[in-house]
C-alpha cells in the first residue's frame, strides 16, 4: 500500500484515479479512506504505524475535501472492535 510505503507521489496518483472511477463522494469515503482489509488494517493505521506525516495530512485533507467529519473516523477507528 502506498501509506505504507509512505509514498505521496504514488498515494496521489491514486486519489486522482479514485476520484475519477468512484465519482460518489460515499463510494470515495467507503473504498478508500475507511477501507479495511481482511485483517482490519486501513490507510490511517498503516501511515501512523510507519510515522509518515505527509500521508497522514493528505489522507485528513482528503477526510475534509470529502466532507467526513471527525467523529465518524473515530466511530470507525477508536471505537471499532478490532477484527
Keep these: 500500500m502506498a501509506a505504507e510505503r509512505g ?4 498515494i496521489d496518483k491514486l486519489w486522482v484515479w479514485a476520484k475519477e472511477k468512484l465519482p460518489d463522494p ?6 478508500l479512506l475507511l477501507y479495511r482489509d481482511k485483517h482490519g488494517v486501513n490507510a490511517w493505521y498503516l501511515a501512523a504505524m510507519t510515522g509518515s506525516v505527509q500521508i497522514l495530512g493528505k489522507l485528513w485533507d482528503w477526510a475534509k475535501e470529502l466532507q467526513l467529519k ?11 472492535k478490532y477484527n
Design 70 to 80: 471527525p467523529e465518524t473516523l473515530k466511530t470507525k477507528f477508536y471505537l471499532s
Design 7 to 10: 509514498s505521496v507521489e504514488l
Design 26 to 31: 460515499n463510494l470515495l469515503k467507503n473504498k
